[in-house]
C-alpha cells in the first residue's frame, strides 16, 4: 500500500526556516517523483517542488525559488527545507507521488518532474504558518 505523511509544520514569523519532511512506504524513490504542494485559505492548491527519484533532480515553482530546497535520503524520506518564510507562503502542505508505470520512460518521468504533473498518492497536509 501506497502512503505518504507530511510532517513537521509549525508556526514561525517572518524570516524564519522549517523543515519539513514526508515519510512514505509502499514504492522505492527510485521509480518516483515526490512533490510537495500547498494550499493557502480561499486558494487553490499549488506546487512548490518536486524531485525526481532517478536522477536526484529537484524543481521549484519561481515563487519560493533560493528559499527553499528539497532533498531526500534516497530511501524513504524527501525533506523540504524552508529558509526566509513569508506570510504568503502560509497554507497546508502536501507531499504526493507519481509513480512510474511500466511504460514511462526515464525521460518522461523527468519532464513530469519540472511540474510535478500525474501525482496520483496524497499524504496528509502539515500546517505551515508564517507571522508578520
Known amino acids: 500500500e501506497v502512503q505518504l505523511q507530511a510532517s513537521g509544520g509549525g508556526s514561525v514569523q517572518v524570516g524564519g526556516s522549517l523543515r519539513l519532511s514526508c515519510t512514505f512506504s509502499?514504492?522505492?524513490?527510485?521509480?518516483?517523483?515526490i512533490g510537495w504542494f500547498r494550499q493557502a485559505p480561499g486558494k487553490e492548491r499549488e506546487p512548490v517542488s518536486c524531485?525526481?527519484?532517478?536522477?536526484?533532480?529537484a524543481y521549484y515553482s519561481d515563487y519560493v525559488l533560493g528559499r527553499f530546497t528539497s532533498a531526500s535520503d534516497a530511501r524513504n524520506t524527501v525533506y523540504l527545507q524552508m529558509n526566509n518564510l513569508k506570510p504568503e507562503d502560509t497554507g497546508v502542505y502536501y507531499c504526493?507521488?507519481?509513480?512510474?508505470?511500466?511504460?514511462?520512460?526515464?525521460?518522461?518521468?523527468?519532464?513530469?518532474?519540472?511540474?510535478?504533473?500525474?501525482?496520483?498518492?496524497w499524504g496528509k497536509g502539515t500546517q505551515v504558518t508564517v507571522s508578520s
Open positions: 504526493a507521488a507519481r509513480l512510474a508505470l511500466p511504460s514511462d520512460s526515464p525521460l518522461e518521468m523527468e519532464v513530469a518532474g519540472v511540474r510535478c504533473t500525474g501525482v496520483r498518492y
Open positions: 509502499g514504492f522505492t524513490f527510485d521509480d518516483s517523483n
Open positions: 524531485i525526481n527519484g532517478k536522477v536526484g533532480k
